[in-house]
């Protein structure tokens, strides 16, 4: 996945949109995805309006891009 410019303008590429029950078990170091239903700072438990997610093989594990484990 890359960033493009396209005429000034940043293209973004689609990224992989899971359930964070969904999320996969395992994927490349840095993989990103959006965790549907991950919560926010300031939101509570079962009310997340989802988040980009990145994954860590080392510690097997899905992190927020704010550095926290991911949650619902």
Same mark, same amino acid.
């Given at each position: $996945?890359? !960033?493009?410019?396209?005429?000034?303008? &940043?293209?973004? +590429? !689609?990224? +992989? !949109?899971?359930?964070?029950?969904?999320l +996969?078990?395992?994927?490349?170091? @840095?993989? $990103?995805?959006?965790?549907?239903? /991950?919560?926010? +700072? @300031?939101e #509570? @438990? #079962?009310? /997340?309006? #989802?988040? %980009?997610?990145?994954? !860590?093989?080392?510690?097997?594990?899905?992190?927020? %891009? &704010? /550095?926290?484990?991911?949650?619902?």
């Amino acid at each position: $996945l890359y !960033n493009v410019f396209k005429s000034g303008v &940043l293209i973004q +590429p !689609n990224i +992989p !949109n899971y359930t964070v029950a969904a999320l +996969p078990a395992t994927a490349a170091t @840095g993989q $990103l995805a959006f965790a549907s239903n /991950g919560r926010k +700072p @300031g939101e #509570g @438990g #079962g009310a /997340g309006t #989802g988040i %980009t997610v990145f994954f !860590n093989s080392a510690t097997g594990t899905w992190f927020t %891009t &704010l /550095g926290v484990v991911v949650t619902v």
